[in-house]
């Protein structure tokens, strides 16, 4: 039996988690995770109550990142970081795009994710947001997912493209995005000359079992801006978890071995 401290019971993130297996006298099963968490359902989250994290930056020449322990709307303590160098190709777009990097407690073993949700709020207070400042119309992602053991150990990535969503002009914005293959992510078919594809519910499954590293957009314009991002978190399916990942998905940890 389980039973979480009442001091401790509305911790932004899971309560804990333990891996289990079975034998008998001509058996001995694969190990199983069972993950806890509060009736929140967040599974890991960053709100920045105390620190930075270990956030990085990633794309560019190093960003700065800067904590803030101050309250602007629903950014309250929150991180920002600010564009340090351009590099305008002949199309006219930036060519340094950097992204916001989350540390390693949102990689590895997130299957109990699949069918869930990635939320974060994203704000800026300075920069030129204008639709002729636009970056890479249409191509930028505004969330990659990274999982290095995929594909037999080849790599993939998924992103979600910010076409696809209702924009970022520099007022705060929420984004919540459903870890499910038909919500709209795209996997990289790993050639300029192709267009990034729909992924299979197995794929989708493998990804959230190994992930490597997250990174979220920062730089949207062709122009220096600074952005800054608050609530962050992996939130389980608020229905009934136990089924959430499915059995024909079971058959190894890491979902390599998929049949649905």
Not at 165 to 176: D, H, I, N, Q, Y
Request: net charge negative; charged share 25%; proline share 5%.
């Amino acid at each position: 039996m389980y039973k979480r401290p009442t001091s401790d019971r509305q911790k932004n993130g899971e309560w804990g988690r333990f891996n289990y297996h079975v034998a008998d006298k001509e058996a001995e099963s694969l190990d199983g995770t069972v993950v806890l968490v509060p009736p929140s359902k967040v599974i890991v989250a960053s709100d920045f109550w105390l620190s930075d994290e270990e956030w990085t930056t990633v794309g560019n020449r190093p960003n700065e990142i800067t904590y803030e322990r101050s309250s602007r709307g629903i950014m309250n303590f929150y991180i920002y970081s600010a564009d340090n160098s351009l590099n305008i190709g002949r199309n006219g777009n930036d060519d340094d795009v950097w992204y916001f990097q989350l540390p390693p407690k949102f990689s590895g073993w997130q299957g109990i994710a699949y069918g869930g949700r990635f939320e974060f709020d994203i704000s800026s207070f300075g920069g030129d947001f204008s639709p002729e400042r636009e970056n890479h119309p249409g191509k930028l992602n505004i969330v990659e997912i990274y999982c290095a053991k995929c594909n037999l150990n080849h790599g993939e990535t998924f992103g979600f493209p910010l076409s696809a969503t209702k924009g970022f002009s520099g007022e705060t914005t929420s984004f919540s995005f459903a870890l499910h293959e038909s919500a709209g992510w795209l996997k990289d078919p790993k050639s300029t000359e192709l267009k990034w594809i729909v992924p299979t519910n197995c794929e989708m499954i493998e990804l959230l079992s190994g992930i490597s590293t997250i990174r979220i957009l920062g730089d949207f314009t062709t122009w220096y801006e600074s952005i800054s991002i608050d609530n962050v978190k992996i939130v389980a399916d608020k229905a009934d978890t136990r089924y959430q990942l499915p059995t024909c998905a079971q058959n190894q940890p890491d979902g390599r071995r998929c049949s649905c």
